[in-house]
């Protein structure tokens, strides 16, 4: 096996790429309905009930664009005819986004405590009015289906929606009508969510894309000793879109072994410490965790000799990851293809390696010990491989959203975004120079692909393979 060496930066990798966002409109929004309305057809199902929240907004937005900003949701999708989007006081202006036919309907119990109420506003009479009656087939679709080996419940009866609303459904289409449905959207085996089905979904997902890895790059160029976590976020020169978890900015040993502990004025950065940072805008996410010096004479004391033993495999492992990607790669290989090399104790890598992403930024993973899922053509997956150890404390990450996609997704993206495709071939030619090998169906989506910095106030010197 190749091991890392020390290789000059692409220019590429230093560079931000400016790109509009693509969204999504009617025909994209109706061509998922009637992915839905396919699989309801399939598994006898009359009506899908989505459920969303401020934090779990993903499936519903999916479908019509509509995203719960402050509010519960639902959307209710019958086999035909128009969906019914029902929400409180504050999501009805904001329903007009939806840009296709949909009957808006208000709930206001779905408002923020103390809004004004309508008493003649009864949810199982809207929930008539919008298709779901008794004795009907209904999907309950929330953020998460069940697993018999993990529960004491029946999955197929076990809900991770509001009990209120559980109740309300049961009650109108009857207790053994409704069943958890979560699994249609991002259940492994063919859920809807897991994959891209178009060009213009993948040149939607490069423009998120590009836009975190510019941000992570303005940060890693303004990084330096001294600064405090608050003020390299002042300089990350971020929008204002909506973003898939709560940015982050950690220096020294304490912060980065917290991790998910956002930006503070009083942490302040120390040359040689380990330090990381992370942003991601729906649609995709970018992080870089190392140590923050010039050289391995700069590190902290204790760091030097894990430059290689540590950060070096960390970068072996991650280019192992990508050489397995490929349409149907299996679960288990790709989960081995890291582990064979950094599976020790020394490395803890506990999470799953890469998963599936998209609007939110973890929507499943098919890597693991003994996986027999292999990816779809148009995978929307996550390159995310976490390593770390206490002792002393260091963490190895290296994030970027890739998508893997089969020859005639591929021709169909040349077509119809040529601009996209010749920058996703540039990237796959500047990782190819590091010794990563990619499969003709791996499409990196940002500059950042593969990119990992050794010394992360050094941005000329990235981790290769050797030969």
């Known amino acids: 096996m190749k091991k890392a060496v020390l290789k000059k930066a692409d220019p590429l ?3 931000e790429v400016e790109t509009a966002q693509i969204p999504m409109q009617s025909e994209d929004y109706l061509f998922r309905i009637a992915l839905l309305r396919k699989r309801m057809e399939k598994d006898g199902i009359d009506t899908a009930v989505l459920y969303g929240d401020r934090e779990h907004f993903s499936n519903l937005e999916y479908f019509c664009g509509y995203d719960c900003r402050f509010e519960e949701a639902l959307l209710i999708v019958p086999k035909s005819g128009s969906p019914t989007l029902i929400v409180g006081n504050e999501g009805m202006s904001f329903s007009e986004a939806v840009p ?16 004004p109420r309508c008493a003649e506003e009864r949810l199982d009479a809207i929930l008539r009015e919008a298709g779901v009656s008794n004795n009907m087939q209904v999907g ?40 958890n449905y979560t699994e249609a959207l991002t259940g492994l085996d063919g859920g809807i969510r897991l994959q891209v089905y178009c060009a213009k979904e993948i040149a939607a997902a490069e423009a998120a894309a ?6 992570i790059l303005r940060m890693l160029k303004n990084l330096k000793p001294g600064m405090s976590e608050y003020s390299l976020a002042e300089a990350a020169g971020v929008g204002f879109a909506p973003v898939v978890m709560h940015p982050l900015t950690n220096f020294g040993a304490e912060s980065v072994a917290i991790g998910l502990r956002s ?5 302040r ?11 991601g805008v729906r649609g995709s996410l970018t992080a870089r965790v190392g140590v923050a010096a010039y050289d391995q004479a700069s590190m902290q004391e204790a760091l030097r000799p894990l430059l290689f033993p540590f950060y070096g495999k960390f970068f072996e492992a991650m280019s192992a990851w990508y050489a397995q990607l490929r349409v149907n790669a299996n679960g288990h290989v790709l ?12 490395y803890n890598v506990q999470l799953n390696c890469g998963h599936y992403t998209g609007q939110d930024e973890w929507v499943n993973s098919l890597s693991y010990d003994g996986s027999e899922y292999t990816l779809p053509d148009g995978a929307y997956l996550q390159a995310d491989i976490i390593a770390s150890n206490s002792s002393p404390v260091r963490t ?34 500047a990782m190819g120079a590091l010794g990563m090998e990619l499969h003709e169906d791996v499409l990196p989506l940002s500059n950042l692909n593969g990119a990992m910095f050794p010394f992360l106030l050094n941005l000329d010197i990235v981790f290769g393979l050797e030969g």
């Open 13 to 15: 990798f230093l560079r």
């Open 100 to 115: 296709y036919k949909i009957r808006r309907v208000y709930y206001r119990n779905f408002s923020l405590q103390g809004q």
């Open 335 to 346: 989960h081995r293809a890291v582990h064979d090399i950094i599976g020790g104790p020394e």
């Open 396 to 429: 190895a990450i290296c994030e970027d959203t890739v998508i893997v996609a089969g020859p005639a997704l591929r021709a169909q993206l040349e077509k119809e975004y040529p601009a996209v495709y010749a920058r996703i071939q540039a990237r796959r030619k």
């Open 263 to 267: 930006p503070l004025d009083s942490s």
């Open 140 to 179: 309950l679709i929330g953020f998460k289906y069940f697993i018999a080996a993990y529960i004491s419940t029946d999955p197929k009866y076990t809900f991770d929606v509001p009990h209120y609303l559980v109740e309300i459904l049961r009650q109108t289409a009857g207790a053994e009508n409704v069943c």
């Open 210 to 215: 590009a836009r975190s890895a510019n941000v």
């Open 269 to 279: 950065l120390a040359l040689g410490d380990v330090c990381g940072v992370c942003y």
